[in-house]
């Protein structure tokens, strides 16, 4: 690998994001040209893409799907940026597939995984598959945190190899105006696709408990979209925001106390990295990947085991009547300063002195 320093990323990506539009726009102001290509947004999490505007130049590629990648076209364009750094968003995409294996030797390839180690039987194949599968095509592994830190481990990458904090939203948006008051923050606000693995059918029947339990209950906001809608609506104190676009999702955050993260499955959890950042209290389950390097009971939340709608019910009582919301806040955006853009592209753009060695041939 050489000792230049990257100026030439390459970000081959699935679906754009309010976190990856951040991180990219603070390499952008460390003079860090990109070339970007991504899939469409889907009708789950339809972002309003102007605010991802600024990527389409002639160093963009933008995709109906990944069956619609033309890896002609896209490593024409390639070979004419000429990538020093490639970032891939996992390694199914056969387009993506291909432009890693033609760049061995000429760029530091990087998987990028949101995915913890399970110990489900796909996993363990992948794990036996991974020296012919997945080691060819990539020099290192860029993960959201300690689960998928293990699981990189375990697809053959050292720990030199591996680099964390893939998810950190923009800090400077969620970040609370210095003038709020804590302690007028009151609401719980639950954001999220309103789908199985993410706990709704827990949430709801918690916060009927946590409703009949509170003399003076605070309401619960609910921004998403998704199947299990119906579960929630009816209830009292219930508010529906639908899918909530990520330039107006900071606003929300600094008006409601507390983030509730009832899921049953979450690989990490971009939005407790984001209520960390906004100052909220937390509450999420231990299923949320997030929740081992953000969340600490008794210190800015709590975290407690997934599906148990008792305990949930309990967390937003002892949230609502903690007197140490103020402290939590201070909490909260103590450990958000783990996941920022700034550190993002500090730690990505020092991979090239780091020790990530070529294989033999490359």
Not at 37 to 53: C, N, Q, V
Not at 142 to 168: H, K, M, N, P, W
Request: with cysteine; proline share 6%.
């Amino acid at each position: 690998m050489s000792g230049e320093p990257v100026t030439r990323l390459a970000v081959l990506w699935s679906h754009l994001s309010g976190y990856l539009n951040a991180c990219l726009r603070e390499c952008s102001r460390r003079d860090v040209e990109l070339f970007t290509s991504w899939l469409r947004t889907s009708g789950s999490a339809p972002f309003d893409e102007t605010s991802f505007a600024w990527l389409r130049t002639k160093n963009s590629r933008e995709w109906d799907s990944s069956e619609a990648i033309d890896g002609k076209d896209l490593l024409a364009g390639l070979e004419a940026f000429r990538p020093q750094m490639i970032l891939v968003s996992g390694w199914n995409h056969p387009g993506y597939r291909a432009v890693a294996k033609h760049f061995a030797g000429r760029a530091t390839r990087i998987l990028c995984m949101d995915n913890p180690w399970e110990e489900t039987p796909k996993q363990w194949l992948g794990r036996l598959v991974a020296p012919w599968y997945v080691k060819p095509l990539f020099d290192g592994a860029f993960v959201a945190g300690e689960r998928q830190f293990q699981f990189a481990r375990r697809l053959g990458f050292d720990d030199s190899q591996i680099l964390t904090g893939l998810y950190a939203p923009d800090a400077e948006a969620f970040r609370p105006p210095s003038d709020l008051d804590p302690e007028s923050r009151k609401g719980f606000l639950f954001v999220g696709r309103l789908s199985p693995e993410k706990g709704v059918a827990t949430l709801a029947e918690a916060y009927r408990i946590y409703r009949a339990t509170s003399t003076s209950p605070w309401t619960l906001a609910v921004a998403g979209t998704g199947p299990l809608r119906s579960l929630l609506e009816g209830i009292e104190g219930v508010n529906l925001l639908g899918f909530v676009q990520p330039a107006h999702l900071p606003a929300l955050m600094h008006s409601k106390g507390c983030l509730v993260v009832p899921s049953l499955r979450e690989p990490f959890g971009v939005q407790i990295a984001e209520g960390a950042s906004a100052g909220m209290a937390i509450i999420a389950t231990s299923a949320c990947g997030a929740s081992v390097h953000l969340v600490r009971s008794g210190f800015n939340g709590q975290v407690l085991a997934a599906g148990d709608p008792v305990a949930l019910a309990d967390a937003l009582v002892k949230i609502e009547s903690c007197p140490r919301r103020s402290a939590m806040t201070k909490a909260s955006q103590a450990l958000a300063g783990q996941f920022t853009p700034a550190i993002w592209s500090n730690n990505l753009l020092s991979w090239q002195t780091r020790s990530v060695p070529q294989r033999a041939g490359s």
